[in-house]
């Protein structure tokens, strides 16, 4: 997958109700019904074996293994070794574990280095085909030679060389006979085109690298353009389904095939997944291991399976994640907030509840005796009552968190303070008498009184308190070391960094907070590694499978309570962003005190309302005056000519003047094609070049490339008015280039 993720829209997703089918099933069902492939589906998941998989992967795992799954079909494992120098058996083995963790078989299980044979035969009929040749150019020739989006490709000497030469040289490359880099085997197919992969690609290049599998035995390796397809046509797949970054590749997949005469598999492309405060890049997060900016690949912050399911994440939310954001053609920004609802809802309907006190405060039940125990009984879960209860001991000291009191409180404040009573959950009314400080002035213990007659938290007189508190006895609880896991970047979109700016330079310092001294109930000191859990009232947590042991528990953040996704949806929807009580969910320790856990000041409105604004009549709306140059310029349009023209969002990432012109500036911009273009516009006289630096416009993309004496120019800018007041149409949204204009 690319590094970079640039400049892509953030996409809406609906998470309830059946979703409709999706293209790529479309194409599957469609194929069925006609008897394609005489009615078989069978797809491969191919991942190179350079490093552990991530977040992005497992979507592509679920689209993969689960088309297979739902029709009926078959989903090999291949793994792509044709890199020597970056391959790993730990990699081999994280793969097969991540898969099956995920709840999915494979039908077969491959290498890519199975059929290094067979494609060495098929390199040998191309060349005898007259479709190869051996090319003993230098890098910087080769790259010369083949031009770029501007210049057509020309050939090199060495293009046209008889086939017996081109065989023999193979041979003897295969054979050893040449050093690393002395000449490549290359495809015979366009050097005129459009398309860059098809200008004469590389089949195969000399390498001496030892291989997991194979050893010393080749010296030559295949390409992945070459392998892939020839691979897939090896197997019969069916669906080769792949990211978007490889949809210009498909036109040379297909041409391997037919050169060889292969089974047609045929490639399909899908949008990859993006994730907000989130890179992708296993370069990156290759990075992030090797400089130890991370505990390993599995820390519970990366975005990898593993890491996921160190820190707490279940198969069958990540599935269900897979499925809610769906198969698009397009790339978008998923929100992270989404990943973290589907987990969250996962876990409330499986996992048992259990109270633990992360900053311990210290509270004396005055009028309790010493030595009294009283067991309450509490459920396990409120949404799966065959868990069954637990019980929970009150004693005359328990523990608090330091956060639930204030000495002073604001107004609206529901929680402990002095002179008032809140109720201790499970067990019964608590009102603070007094406060105990040390030296310093710090809180350090409370005297409290229960109310005996409350037992359950209810009182018999029908008093009402509002704010409940988790506690747990201070005799009986048990000590924890619990990490509370956070975002590791601070930056939403790491494709949209500043220039000169690394994606190092936005890790969050507040990623991994360790909490040492968090008291637990009892009860949760029979938990084993990977246990999940919810701590009330705080998140969702798990036993680490790394660093926990009897006696010495550790619990890993896995989310909090708190449901972003839920409150952006809600306002979406035109509701009111929801409101926590005080009493009802929290933030992490160290959260302010002097603003009370969720409660929002319900300022928030729907998209689009302007509660400031007066309603208008329409009546009182008045129009602009009459111009006489208003006239139409060409006869009317449909709709079917105007989506013709194909407006796409742009930012402007330089500009300078010509010299030479008058009127224009040559501006590169950016459309989200992986490239910038160029255009000449006649604004020079309305603009300075620093003024239009990083303004979004409008570009007419598919206008035929026009070449000036300047340079080619390949769009147009849409623009109003006159010199020197002319302006640029541009957005008063968030909109990301490559945006569709309609």
Not at 659 to 688: T, W
Request: hydrophobic letters at 35%; a negative charge; proline letters at 6%.
């Amino acid at each position: 997958m690319p590094d970079d993720t640039k400049d892509i829209e953030t996409v809406e997703t609906n998470v309830g109700g059946a979703r409709p089918l999706n293209f790529i099933e479309e194409i599957i069902e469609d194929d069925l019904r006609t008897g394609k492939n005489d009615g078989r589906v069978a797809t491969r998941f191919p991942p190179e074996p350079n490093g552990y998989l991530h977040i992005g992967h497992a979507k592509a795992i679920c689209v993969d293994f689960g088309n297979a799954q739902k029709y009926g079909g078959t989903c090999n494992l291949r793994f792509d070794d044709t890199n020597p120098t970056k391959e790993d058996v730990e990699y081999v083995d994280s793969i097969k574990e991540d898969i099956t963790w995920l709840g999915f078989q494979w039908a077969d299980m491959f290498y890519a280095s199975d059929y290094f044979e067979k494609l060495y035969e098929y390199a040998e009929l191309l060349i005898t085909k007259g479709l190869a040749y051996v090319d003993e150019s230098t890098e910087e020739e080769l790259r010369e030679f083949k031009g770029d989006f501007y210049r057509k490709g020309r050939p090199t000497k060495y293009r046209d060389r008889p086939v017996s030469e081109s065989l023999d040289l193979f041979r003897r490359m295969r054979a050893g006979e040449f050093p690393d880099g002395a000449m490549v085997l290359r495809a015979k197919i366009d050097l005129e085109s459009q398309n860059m992969n098809m200008r004469d690609p590389t089949m195969y290049r000399i390498r001496r690298a030892h291989h997991h599998r194979t050893g010393d035995k080749w010296c030559i390796y295949p390409m992945y353009d070459f392998a892939h397809p020839l691979s897939d046509a090896s197997e019969r797949i069916t669906y080769s389904l792949c990211t978007l970054e490889f949809e210009s590749h498909r036109p040379l997949y297909e041409w391997f095939i037919q050169a060889v005469g292969a089974y047609p598999s045929r490639q399909i492309e899908f949008a990859r997944l993006n994730l907000t405060y989130t890179v992708m890049s296993k370069r990156k997060l290759l990075e992030l291991v090797q400089k130890k900016l991370v505990d390993g690949w599995d820390d519970p912050r990366m975005p990898t399976i593993c890491g996921l399911r160190r820190r707490g994440y279940t198969p069958e939310s990540i599935r269900a994640f897979a499925d809610r954001i769906g198969v698009a053609k397009k790339d978008s920004m998923v929100d992270l907030a989404l990943l973290e609802h589907t987990v969250r809802e996962d876990l409330n309907v499986r996992v048992p509840r259990y109270m633990a006190v992360l900053d311990p405060l210290k509270v004396v039940i005055q009028n309790m005796p010493e030595d009294q125990v009283i067991e309450f009984d509490a459920p396990l879960s409120p949404e799966d009552p065959a868990l069954g209860t637990r019980k929970i001991a009150l004693t005359r000291e328990i523990f608090i968190e330091r956060e639930d009191f204030m000495e002073v409180p604001p107004k609206k404040w529901f929680r402990l303070s002095p002179g008032t009573e809140v109720r201790l959950r499970y067990a019964c009314l608590l009102k603070c008498e007094s406060v105990v400080k040390d030296a310093d002035g710090r809180v350090v213990e409370l005297r409290c009184n229960w109310d005996p007659e409350s037992k359950g938290g209810v009182s018999p007189d029908g008093r009402k308190v509002k704010g409940t508190l988790h506690w747990v006895s201070a005799s009986q609880a048990v000590q924890a070391e619990v990490r509370l896991y956070d975002k590791l970047f601070t930056i939403e979109n790491l494709g949209d960094m500043p220039e000169g700016t690394s994606y190092i330079d936005y890790l969050n310092p507040e990623s991994l907070v360790v909490v040492k001294g968090a008291m637990l109930e009892p009860a949760m000191a029979a938990l084993k590694s990977g246990d999940r859990v919810q701590f009330e009232r705080v998140g969702y947590f798990c036993v680490d499978s790394k660093d926990s042991k009897p006696g010495a528990l550790v619990f890993n953040r896995t989310v909090g309570l708190k449901d972003t996704w839920a409150r952006v949806a809600a306002k979406e929807e035109g509701g009111e962003a929801a409101k926590g009580e005080n009493g009802g969910a929290r933030g992490p320790v160290g959260a302010n005190v002097n603003s009370p856990a969720g409660s929002g000041s319900g300022s928030g409105t729907g998209v689009g309302a302007n509660v400031n604004s007066p309603a208008v009549s329409p009546a009182d709306l008045v129009a602009a005056p009459i111009r006489p140059e208003m006239k139409p310029i060409a006869d009317e349009i449909t709709i079917d000519d105007f989506v013709k023209v194909d407006l796409r969002v742009a930012i402007v990432r330089h500009a300078e003047k010509v010299p030479e012109a008058d009127k224009l500036l040559r501006l590169l911009v950016d459309l989200g094609e992986g490239r910038l273009r160029q255009i000449f516009a006649g604004i020079k006289k309305a603009y300075e070049p620093s003024d239009i630096i990083g303004k979004k416009i409008i570009v007419v993309a598919n206008l035929k490339p026009r070449q000036m004496k300047f340079g080619l120019s390949e769009g147009m800018l849409l623009a109003a008015g006159e010199i020197p007041g002319l302006g640029l149409a541009t957005f008063d949204r968030d909109v990301k280039p490559g945006d569709r204009i309609g």
